[in-house]
């Protein structure tokens, strides 16, 4: 499994993420492609690491159909870790400004799964990037090849209230990839019955609460269940 951070790196929630996944069998790499690992995310931190991000040519943060150095790395990493753990293949998960580059890892074959978590690059200034995806064309068409020969699918989820994570980006990958792409959408509208604010963001991180019935919680069991499916029952 590959657990990429989200902005501002590779914050405490990022690392409980990652004991979880552990925990529930799973044997995880969590690169730090930016910021301080173990570094809480504030605002401070967060100022820190977006500049950059905005500048940095391997993660062109409001390029459309444009192929990200990132990328390229991302599924070097899932080949190796592939090789070197037993299973059919891996997972990897994206959150955040990372969301997208999970699905443009899954162009190479050792990835079976892509976990698409509040997916906000290309940021999506402007109706155009709202919908786009952190890969090119020709990385999408590869990524719809595999999954309609049932070869990888796709999970994305995000707030309803979530602009940085729009519904025009999810609407787009459910045209593509069709019935391997599940959406689970929480409820972030005033008075939802999670007690969500309408700025809630982080999905499976920081709005997680370990409480039975706690709608992040069953959404982050969902991902668990999902991963398993795919990683240990695929020929």
Known sequence: M????????TTPEVLGLAEHLVDAGFSVAVP?????PGAPATAGTILRVVPRLCVAS?????ATDARRPFSDWLRALAADL??????PGVGVIGMCFTGG???????????????LSQPAAPFPVGRRRAAAMPMSA????AVTARASRGEVCAMGLRFSEDRSAPR???????RRLGSAFEVVELDSSPGN???????????????????????ALAARERVVAFLRERLTDAD
Request: glycine share 10%.
């Open 101 to 115: 580059f999970a699905l443009a890892a899954a162009v190479d074959g050792s990835v079976l799964a892509a976990v």
């Open 138 to 141: 020709t990385e999408l068409d």
């Open 32 to 36: 730090s492609p930016f910021g301080e």
């Open 168 to 174: 025009e980006r999810f609407a787009a990958l459910r």
């Open 193 to 215: 019955p999670g007690g969500f604010s309408r700025t809630a963001h982080s999905v499976l991180t920081g709005e997680v609460r370990e409480r039975e019935g706690h709608p």
């Open 58 to 62: 391997e993660f062109r943060a409001f």
């Open 82 to 87: 592939a090789a070197r753990t037993p299973g």
């Open 2 to 9: 590959v657990l990429i951070p989200e902005v501002p790196g």
